[in-house]
């Protein structure tokens, strides 16, 4: 759930960016008190999210604009479904309606892109999570989407959780040092996951107690022997290449949890229309 304030905060900023020092055009057709009635409009089917911060951008530019939504956060939409109604005035309508477009396309854009990879995986015991390859600024927004969608979250940031990727090992050497020096430093609280790129690797590693086992880029027959040779001992999360059409394979393999950015950074905006 997204908070109040930090809506609000981020709205403003969007407002001040797009906005600027006025809105010219609008400024010079629109009279101050002059009342107009939109509608928010459904151009195609999908899973709507981001509905508050639509009001919100409203709220900020105006008290005397009224937004009723007539759908909630994760309800499926189909093409012509009125989604809410915008009554006030004329000026601050046009003066917010590309941003608020701007948060509710992109956030049911997640939203559908995220339900549709949680469907293809079906009733297998397996979640599809996000990434941190997001909109700089926009996480939690996006964050939001996906679990919207019915995904799962991954990490927020980085003192989240430790996740020791190939880089990390590079530095420090071999798996082992990278697991050692990171349980030395990190706190009780923290987990630990490691990105493995061969069966070698999650051999190396199981032994010193990692909590989260990354299986990286791996072809399917491997991601099986992987999944056999940890036996429960830790999370297996599947990384990398993942798309539509294999993510049900992928979580064939018995794997826990596969985390993909197209979810994210591949989905496109659903087509919603601020209809006068």
């Known amino acids: 759930m997204l908070i109040d304030f930090y809506v609000e ?9 797009d906005i600027g020092f006025g809105d010219v055009t609008t400024e010079s057709i629109v009279c101050e008190d002059e009342i107009f009635v939109a509608s928010l409009v459904s151009r195609c089917e999908g899973i709507i999210c981001g509905l508050e911060v639509f009001r919100t951008v409203f709220k900020i530019l105006s008290g005397k604009v009224e937004v009723k939504l007539l759908f909630k956060d994760g309800d499926e939409i189909k093409k012509g479904d009125v989604l809410a109604t915008i009554k006030g005035p004329g000026k601050y309508i046009l003066l917010g309606e590309r941003v608020a477009l701007n948060y509710i396309q992109r956030m049911s854009g997640i939203a559908t892109e995220t339900h549709k990879y949680q469907q293809a995986i079906g009733d297998l015991p397996c979640k599809i999570v996000d990434t941190r390859k997001t ?3 926009f996480r939690a927004f996006e964050k939001y ?22 880089n990390h090992i590079q530095v420090a050497g071999s798996v082992t040092n990278a697991i050692k020096m990171v349980k030395a430093n990190l706190s009780h609280a923290h987990k630990i996951e490691l990105e493995c790129d061969t069966i070698e690797q999650i051999k190396e590693a199981l032994p010193l107690g990692v909590d989260i086992i990354m299986l990286d880029n791996m072809d399917l027959e491997t991601m099986k022997e ?4 940890i036996d429960h001992r830790a999370i297996v999360e599947a990384s990398g290449n993942v798309h539509l059409e294999t993510v ?4 064939q393999c018995g794997v826990d949890i596969i985390s993909s950015s197209a979810i994210v950074a591949k989905a496109p905006t659903l087509d919603i229309a601020l209809d006068m």
């Not at 905060?9 to 960016?17: C, F, G, T």
């Not at 992987?226 to 040779?229: S, T, Y």
């Open 9 to 17: 905060d981020h709205v403003k900023s969007a407002l001040m960016e």
């Open 135 to 137: 909109t700089p600024n």
């Open 145 to 166: 989407a996906v679990k919207v969608g019915g995904g799962a979250l991954h990490r927020f940031n980085l003192s989240d959780c430790a996740m020791i990727k190939d």
């Open 226 to 229: 992987a999944v056999k040779l």
């Open 248 to 251: 049900r394979q992928i979580a």
